[in-house]
T-cell receptor, first 115, second 111 residues
Framework: KAGVTQTPRYLIKTRGQQVTLSCSPI?????VSWYQQTPGQGLQFLFE???????NKGNFPGRFSGRQFSNSRSEMNVSTLELGDSALYLC??????????????FGQGTRLTVV | QKEVEQDPGPLSVPEGAIVSLNCTYS??????FMWYRQYSRKGPELLMY????GNKEDGRFTAQVDKSSKYISLFIRDSQPSDSATYLC???????????FGAGTRLFVKA
């Protein structure tokens, strides 16, 4: 059974640019959550999607957005990149759609560096 | 004050030692408690998942939840060098759609 796939694995962008990250959940999983991980702040919740609907959102500026497609694949977008957006972006998928109240599986993450 | 507090370590122990990892939290509404292990350059993987209070054992790992003290623990028996990783505690609300993570504790097990 294929795991959670995130692409790309590594990305270097310039301040002011925008970026789109992709996450393909495990087949059959309908819930996808996104997290930002940095050494200083740890893992912080960005948003959660279930059946193409955003059900919850963390405390991030509007520059961070996401969406989910009918096949459960999800994308997140960051516009007007800032140096502080450099982080590991992780997505997690779960089956029952209660976010991480049930077992969730993380992808390997996308390492974003903003220069 | 953060909702979930976890000592970032690092924690260094000899092979075979019993490791104790802990988190405290402030919100009594948390109902689900998890421990994740994260190796360098990898995503977190779920180790233990507990609903409400009590103990749960899985092989060398034991998770404990004390809701009265707002304190959770993960014990690793007979620690191995392969256990060297960052351990993250996490918790969420019943019916909630987001999870709050601790900062993670870096563990080194020396052969």
């Amino acid at each position: 059974k294929a795991g959670v796939t995130q692409t790309p694995r590594y990305l270097i962008k310039t301040r002011g640019q925008q970026v789109t990250l992709s996450c393909s959940p495990i087949s059959g999983h309908r819930s996808v959550s996104w997290y930002q991980q940095t050494p200083g702040q740890g893992l912080q919740f960005l948003f959660e999607y279930f059946s193409e609907t955003q059900r919850n959102k963390g405390n991030f500026p509007g520059r961070f957005s996401g969406r989910q497609f009918s096949n459960s694949r999800s994308e997140m977008n960051v516009s007007t990149l800032e140096l502080g957006d450099s982080a590991l972006y992780l997505c997690a998928s779960s089956l029952l759609g209660e976010g991480l109240n049930t077992e969730a599986f993380f992808g390997q993450g996308t390492r974003l560096t903003v220069v | 004050q953060k909702e979930v507090e976890q000592d970032p370590g690092p924690l260094s122990v000899p092979e075979g030692a019993i490791v104790s990892l802990n988190c405290t939290y402030s919100n009594s509404a948390f109902q689900y408690f998890m421990w994740y292990r994260q190796y360098s350059r990898k995503g977190p993987e779920l180790l233990m998942y507990t609903y409400s209070s009590g103990n749960k054992e899985d092989g060398r790992f034991t998770a404990q939840v004390d809701k009265s003290s707002k304190y959770i623990s993960l014990f690793i028996r007979d620690s191995q060098p392969s256990d060297s990783a960052t351990y993250l505690c996490a918790m969420s609300f019943r019916g909630g759609f987001k999870t709050i993570f601790g900062a993670g504790t870096r563990l080194f097990v020396k052969a």
